[in-house]
C-alpha cells in the first residue's frame, strides 16, 4: 500500500471532489448503479473480450465466474461512497486493482478503455431517468465521470509502482537465470582471460608483428565482460577496477611492447600482476552478495521471495497458452522451533540445508524450490494434474518423515512436514493461488500437523 500520508492525501482530495455534488444527484447514481451493477460488469466485460488483447487475457469462464462478481461489488463501492465514509479505505482498494492488473499483466489501455465504456453505458443509462432534468443529468454525468476518472488515476499509481518493480525482477531473473551457474560461468572467464594472457606471451616468444598483438578488450573475456559481466553485477565497484584494467593492458602494457627502449622483462611482470587484479576482482564479483544473487536464499540457496512472482506470473501465462495446469505446494517443517531450542540455531541451519538439498534433489528439472523464510518452503510444480501433483506431494512427505537430518556431529534427527496444495484454477492472477496455498498449509497444521491438505 502507499505511504500512510499520501492516501490521506488521496483520501482528503476524493472527499473534496465529492462533496462537490449535490446528494440528491449522488444518491440517484448509487440507486441507478446499484440496479444496474451486474448488466454494467457483464457489458464491461463484453466490450473487453471483443478487443483482441482482452480475449488474450480474459477467458469467458474466468469471467463469468470471478471477474463480473469482482467489478459488480468495485462499483457498488463507488457509488456508494458518502462524505461520513472510509475514503482510505476506497483509495486502498484502487490501489489493490492496480497492483492485481500489473500481477496479471493486464495492459493498462485495456482498463481505461473499459472506463470509457462504463461511463458511456451509464450516461445512457441517466438520459432514461426522466426524472431529473438536462441541467441535473449534465451534473450527474459529470459527478460520474469524475468518479471513475479518480478511481484510473488512482489504479493507474498503484499499477505502475508495480509493474516498474514487476519488470526489474523479471530482467533482474533473466540475468539471473542465464549466468546461474555460477562457478561454471567463473571457470569459463578465469580460463578466457588466462588464454589471452598466453597468447601475448607466443606471439612474443614467436617474435610475430607486435602490432597484431590482441587487445584485452577485444578477447573472450574482455567481450564476456563487456557485453554480460559489467551489466549482470552493474552497481559493483570490482566492475570499475576490471575496466580501468583493461584499459591500462590496452593503452599502456602492450604499446610498450613495441618500444625497443622497453624494458621487456618488466613490461610482461606488469601484464602478469594486471592480469592477476583482473582475476581477483572478477572473483570478487562472485563471491559477493549483490543485486543479481539476492534473489537467491543465503542459507538453502534456494530461490528466494523476489522471483516468486516473477516465475508465477510466467507460469501462469504459460498454463493459459498451452491449457495446461501447475500447482503450488506449500511446506511447514512440523515443531521446527523445538529444534532450534534443543540444537540451537547452528543446528536448526543445519537442517534448513539438508531440507534444500532434499527438496532439489526431489523435484524435477522443470519444478521450482523457494524458501520462504524460517522453515516454510514452497514448490511450484508444472504441468501436473490434481491427482499427479497429490501423488508428488505424498511421495515428498514420505521422503522427509524417512529423512535423517543431522544437528550436530553424528546426532539424527527425524521431522515431519505439513503441507497445503493447491492447483491452478486459470484466474489471471497469481495471488489467488497463493492464497489458497498458504490457506491449505494453515488447515494442514491446524489439523494435527503432517498432513496434507488440498483447497
Given at each position: 500500500m502507499p505511504e500512510k500520508a499520501l492516501v490521506i492525501e488521496l483520501a482528503d482530495s476524493w472527499r473534496t471532489s465529492l462533496a462537490a455534488y449535490p446528494s440528491d444527484l449522488r444518491l440517484v447514481v448509487e440507486r441507478l448503479v446499484e440496479d444496474e451493477k451486474h448488466a454494467l460488469a457483464a457489458y464491461f466485460y463484453a466490450r473487453m473480450m471483443q478487443d483482441k488483447a482482452g480475449r488474450t487475457f480474459l477467458s469467458h469462464e474466468v469471467v463469468h465466474n470471478r471477474l463480473s462478481a469482482s467489478m459488480a461489488r468495485w462499483l457498488h463501492e463507488l457509488f456508494s461512497i458518502q462524505e461520513s465514509s472510509d475514503f482510505r479505505a476506497l483509495v486502498e482498494l484502487q490501489h489493490h486493482v492496480g497492483q492485481v492488473h500489473a500481477r496479471i499483466d493486464l495492459p493498462l489501455h485495456l482498463v481505461l478503455m473499459g472506463a470509457r465504456y462504463l461511463k458511456l453505458r451509464i450516461s445512457k443509462l441517466l438520459e432514461t431517468q426522466t426524472a431529473l432534468g438536462a441541467a441535473e443529468r449534465a451534473i450527474a454525468l459529470c459527478y460520474v465521470h469524475e468518479t471513475i476518472d479518480i478511481a484510473m488515476e488512482f489504479m493507474s499509481r498503484a499499477y505502475s509502482v508495480s509493474y516498474d518493480r514487476k519488470s526489474r525482477s523479471e530482467e533482474s531473473y533473466r540475468v539471473f537465470a542465464a549466468v546461474h551457474n555460477t562457478a561454471a560461468e567463473r571457470g569459463r572467464q578465469r580460463a578466457a582471460l588466462l588464454d589471452w594472457?598466453?597468447?601475448?606471451?607466443?606471439?612474443?616468444?614467436?617474435?610475430?608483428?607486435?602490432?597484431?598483438?590482441?587487445?584485452?578488450?577485444?578477447?573472450?573475456?574482455?567481450?564476456?565482460?563487456?557485453?554480460?559481466?559489467?551489466?549482470?553485477?552493474?552497481?559493483?565497484?570490482?566492475?570499475?577496477?576490471?575496466?580501468?584494467?583493461?584499459?591500462?593492458?590496452?593503452?599502456?602494457?602492450?604499446?610498450?611492447?613495441?618500444?625497443?627502449?622497453?624494458?621487456?622483462?618488466?613490461?610482461?611482470?606488469?601484464?602478469?600482476?594486471?592480469?592477476?587484479?583482473?582475476?581477483?576482482?572478477?572473483?570478487?564479483?562472485?563471491?559477493?552478495?549483490?543485486?543479481?544473487?539476492?534473489?537467491?536464499?543465503?542459507?538453502?540457496?534456494?530461490?528466494?521471495?523476489?522471483?516468486?512472482?516473477?516465475?508465477?506470473?510466467?507460469?501462469?501465462?504459460?498454463?493459459?497458452?498451452?491449457?495446461?495446469?501447475?500447482?503450488?505446494?506449500?511446506?511447514?517443517?512440523?515443531?521446527?522451533?523445538?529444534?532450534?531450542?534443543?540444537?540451537?540455531?547452528?543446528?536448526?541451519?543445519?537442517?534448513?540445508?539438508?531440507?534444500?538439498?532434499?527438496?532439489?534433489?526431489?523435484?524435477?528439472?522443470?519444478?521450482?524450490?523457494?524458501?520462504?523464510?524460517?522453515?516454510?518452503?514452497?514448490?511450484?510444480?508444472?504441468?501436473?494434474?490434481?491427482?499427479?501433483?497429490?501423488?508428488?506431494?505424498?511421495?515428498?512427505?514420505?521422503?522427509?518423515?524417512?529423512?535423517p537430518f543431522k544437528v550436530s556431529g553424528n546426532e539424527q534427527i527425524q521431522l515431519t512436514a505439513s503441507m497445503g496444495l493447491t492447483l491452478y484454477d486459470g484466474h489471471p492472477d497469481y495471488a489467488q493461488s497463493l492464497s489458497r496455498a498458504d490457506r491449505a498449509l494453515y488447515q494442514a497444521k491446524e489439523l494435527g500437523r503432517n498432513r496434507i491438505e488440498i483447497l
Amino acid at each position: 500500500m502507499p505511504e500512510k500520508a499520501l492516501v490521506i492525501e488521496l483520501a482528503d482530495s476524493w472527499r473534496t471532489s465529492l462533496a462537490a455534488y449535490p446528494s440528491d444527484l449522488r444518491l440517484v447514481v448509487e440507486r441507478l448503479v446499484e440496479d444496474e451493477k451486474h448488466a454494467l460488469a457483464a457489458y464491461f466485460y463484453a466490450r473487453m473480450m471483443q478487443d483482441k488483447a482482452g480475449r488474450t487475457f480474459l477467458s469467458h469462464e474466468v469471467v463469468h465466474n470471478r471477474l463480473s462478481a469482482s467489478m459488480a461489488r468495485w462499483l457498488h463501492e463507488l457509488f456508494s461512497i458518502q462524505e461520513s465514509s472510509d475514503f482510505r479505505a476506497l483509495v486502498e482498494l484502487q490501489h489493490h486493482v492496480g497492483q492485481v492488473h500489473a500481477r496479471i499483466d493486464l495492459p493498462l489501455h485495456l482498463v481505461l478503455m473499459g472506463a470509457r465504456y462504463l461511463k458511456l453505458r451509464i450516461s445512457k443509462l441517466l438520459e432514461t431517468q426522466t426524472a431529473l432534468g438536462a441541467a441535473e443529468r449534465a451534473i450527474a454525468l459529470c459527478y460520474v465521470h469524475e468518479t471513475i476518472d479518480i478511481a484510473m488515476e488512482f489504479m493507474s499509481r498503484a499499477y505502475s509502482v508495480s509493474y516498474d518493480r514487476k519488470s526489474r525482477s523479471e530482467e533482474s531473473y533473466r540475468v539471473f537465470a542465464a549466468v546461474h551457474n555460477t562457478a561454471a560461468e567463473r571457470g569459463r572467464q578465469r580460463a578466457a582471460l588466462l588464454d589471452w594472457e598466453n597468447q601475448i606471451m607466443f606471439e612474443l616468444a614467436s617474435r610475430a608483428d607486435l602490432s597484431a598483438l590482441p587487445r584485452a578488450n577485444d578477447s573472450d573475456f574482455g567481450l564476456w565482460f563487456a557485453h554480460k559481466g559489467a551489466y549482470a553485477f552493474q552497481g559493483n565497484r570490482d566492475i570499475q577496477i576490471i575496466q580501468q584494467t583493461l584499459d591500462e593492458l590496452d593503452n599502456e602494457v602492450l604499446p610498450d611492447f613495441f618500444n625497443d627502449n622497453a624494458n621487456q622483462l618488466g613490461t610482461l611482470r606488469r601484464l602478469r600482476t594486471l592480469v592477476r587484479l583482473i582475476q581477483m576482482n572478477m572473483d570478487e564479483l562472485f563471491d559477493q552478495r549483490n543485486e543479481l544473487e539476492s534473489g537467491r536464499d543465503a542459507l538453502t540457496h534456494l530461490l528466494g521471495r523476489k522471483y516468486l512472482p516473477v516465475i508465477l506470473g510466467k507460469e501462469v501465462a504459460y498454463a493459459r497458452n498451452r491449457g495446461i495446469s501447475f500447482a503450488l505446494l506449500a511446506i511447514d517443517l512440523d515443531y521446527f522451533k523445538q529444534v532450534n531450542d534443543r540444537f540451537g540455531h547452528e543446528g536448526g541451519d543445519a537442517v534448513l540445508r539438508q531440507m534444500g538439498e532434499l527438496l532439489n534433489g526431489f523435484c524435477r528439472a522443470g519444478d521450482y524450490v523457494f524458501r520462504l523464510g524460517g522453515e516454510e518452503f514452497m514448490v511450484l510444480l508444472v504441468d501436473v494434474t490434481r491427482d499427479s501433483a497429490l501423488r508428488i506431494a505424498t511421495a515428498l512427505q514420505e521422503l522427509i518423515r524417512r529423512e535423517p537430518f543431522k544437528v550436530s556431529g553424528n546426532e539424527q534427527i527425524q521431522l515431519t512436514a505439513s503441507m497445503g496444495l493447491t492447483l491452478y484454477d486459470g484466474h489471471p492472477d497469481y495471488a489467488q493461488s497463493l492464497s489458497r496455498a498458504d490457506r491449505a498449509l494453515y488447515q494442514a497444521k491446524e489439523l494435527g500437523r503432517n498432513r496434507i491438505e488440498i483447497l
